[in-house]
């Protein structure tokens, strides 16, 4: 089974805090993603990676920014946290399409709830 | 652009009757749709997707659903709901990058 983990189930930061957010997947795959949940708004791609050292903004990318040193890890980082960034983040990974591309699943990770006071 | 729509925050269903959560989509091209489910507190699950070739998709959990190209729809289905069923349900279409596309979720609550 694929498996996606995230470092902190729960966590509280202050505001001006700098917070990372780690992902880890185990299933080998090229891509990963990360996203926000907020109610009534459903998930939004914050950035995503297609490999290593890669890197794209997606819908909301303002405020983080990202790392991808080797291919099984991903990590979310919030440069000075901010009220607003309070949610619940998540991590997906799937595997690379090839050049005709395909649709293949995203697996999630169990989410990490940020509060940010 | 592409784009999924949930028309119904909630959907209410008595445990043992059909089940039936509703999404609709906009996207130029063939459509790569999904239906994932989040139980409280966790991470999204996926259930089925629809690629090419039978309109009817089965899924995890006795779940099904239905493409209709006419209509741009991709309703979830299923003939018997569980009490267990209740949860969040999302549906998401892959745009031309192969970056998906969520809708803003449905919850379903089934009553016993």
């Known amino acids: 089974d694929v498996k996606v983990t995230q470092s902190s189930r729960y966590l509280v930061k202050r505001t001006g805090e700098k917070v990372f957010l780690e992902c880890v997947q185990d299933?080998?795959?090229?891509?990963m993603f990360w996203y926000r949940q907020d109610p009534g708004l459903g998930l939004r791609l914050i950035y995503f990676?297609?490999?290593?050292?890669?890197?794209e903004k997606g819908d909301i990318p303002e405020g983080y920014s990202v790392s991808r040193e080797k291919k099984e890890r991903f990590s979310l980082i919030l440069e000075s946290a901010s009220t607003n960034q309070t949610s619940m983040y998540l991590c997906?990974?799937?595997?690379?399409?090839?050049?005709?591309?395909?649709?293949?699943?995203?697996?999630f990770g169990p989410g990490t709830r940020l509060t940010v006071l | 652009a592409q784009s999924v729509a949930q028309p119904e925050d909630q959907v209410n269903v008595a445990e043992g009757n059909p089940l039936t959560v509703k999404c609709t989509y906009s996207?130029?091209?063939?459509?790569?749709l999904f239906w994932y489910v989040q139980y409280p507190n966790r991470g999204l699950q996926f259930l089925l997707k629809?690629?090419?070739?039978?309109?009817l998709v089965k899924g995890s959990y006795g779940f099904e659903a239905e493409f209709n190209k006419s209509q741009t729809s991709f309703h979830l289905k299923k003939p018997s709901a569980l009490v267990s069923d209740s949860a969040l349900y999302f549906c998401?279409?892959?745009?031309?990058?192969?970056?998906?596309?969520f809708g803003s979720g449905t919850r379903l609550l089934v009553r016993p």
């Open positions: 998401a279409v892959m745009d031309s990058s192969y970056k998906l596309i």
């Open positions: 997906a990974s799937s595997s690379y399409g090839g050049l005709a591309g395909s649709a293949d699943t995203q697996y």
């Open positions: 299933m080998d795959h090229e891509n």
């Open positions: 629809y690629i090419t070739g039978d309109n």
């Open positions: 996207v130029s091209g063939n459509p790569y």
């Open positions: 990676s297609y490999d290593v050292k890669m890197k």
